[in-house]
């Protein structure tokens, strides 16, 4: 069985520019989130779907990120400009269902320089 | 909402010792602790987890305790090997939003 895969798994940018994050969850996973971790600190929430509705997106930093998951399978996280403080490695999870193991991709390492 | 501490920061124990790492979490209504290992490079991965209906859970080397009065979980390794050497998370997953709010992590080295 595939696990999760995240897609780029490093991007340079330069501040201002324009960068999309890919996760394909293991499939049949209706839940599907997005973590960041900045440089030694904790893995963050950003945001929770359940299929293609966002269930909870209280962790996104600002409006200068956009996550969606057409048709409650793959999902895209945008983020536009990017700021030097986007940098950071962000992770995918995904779920069959609540109180379950939820499987990690290998996270997308973005640097804004 | 939700906020999980996680002590301690770092942790060197020598091979063979035991290594504990502790979480508190606030909000009373979680009910499922897992904590993952993240070796260098890789992805987190889920080691063991306990649900709020129970105390204790082992699983060869590894146990976990929860005391829900408290609201806090330890993570117990005992024996421990160089190949335990990662940074180890622990979570809480809150209701009903069902969201998994992480620990800042323990960076553990197991020296031989």
């Known amino acids: 069985e595939a696990g999760v895969t995240q897609f780029p798994s490093h991007s340079v940018i330069e501040k201002g520019q324009t960068v999309t994050l890919r996760c394909d969850p293991i499939s049949g996973h209706d839940n599907l989130y997005w973590y960041r971790r900045v440089m030694g600190k904790e893995i963050k929430f950003l945001l929770h779907f359940v299929k293609e509705s966002k269930q909870d997106e209280s962790g996104m930093p600002n409006n200068r990120f956009l996550a969606e998951r057409t048709g409650g399978t793959y999902s895209t996280l945008k983020v536009q400009p990017a700021e030097l403080e986007d940098s950071g490695v962000y992770f995918c999870?995904?779920?069959?269902?609540?109180?379950?193991?939820?499987?990690f991709g290998q996270g997308t390492r973005l640097t804004v320089v | 909402g939700e906020n999980v501490e996680q002590h301690p920061s770092t942790l060197s124990v020598q091979e063979g010792d035991s290594a504990v790492i502790k979480c508190t979490y606030s909000?009373?209504?979680?009910?499922?602790f897992p904590w993952y290992k993240q070796e260098l490079g890789k992805r987190p991965q889920l080691i063991i987890d306990i649900r709020s209906n129970v105390g204790e859970k082992k699983d060869q080397r590894i146990a976990v305790t929860l005391n829900k009065t408290a609201k806090h979980f330890s993570l117990h390794i005992t024996e421990t090997q160089p190949e335990d050497s990662a940074v180890y998370f622990c979570a809480a997953l809150t209701v009903p939003r069902n969201k998994l709010v992480f620990g800042a992590g323990t960076i553990l080295r197991v020296k031989s």
């Open positions: 999870a995904s779920s069959p269902g609540a109180s379950v193991e939820a499987f």
């Open positions: 909000d009373s209504a979680s009910n499922y």
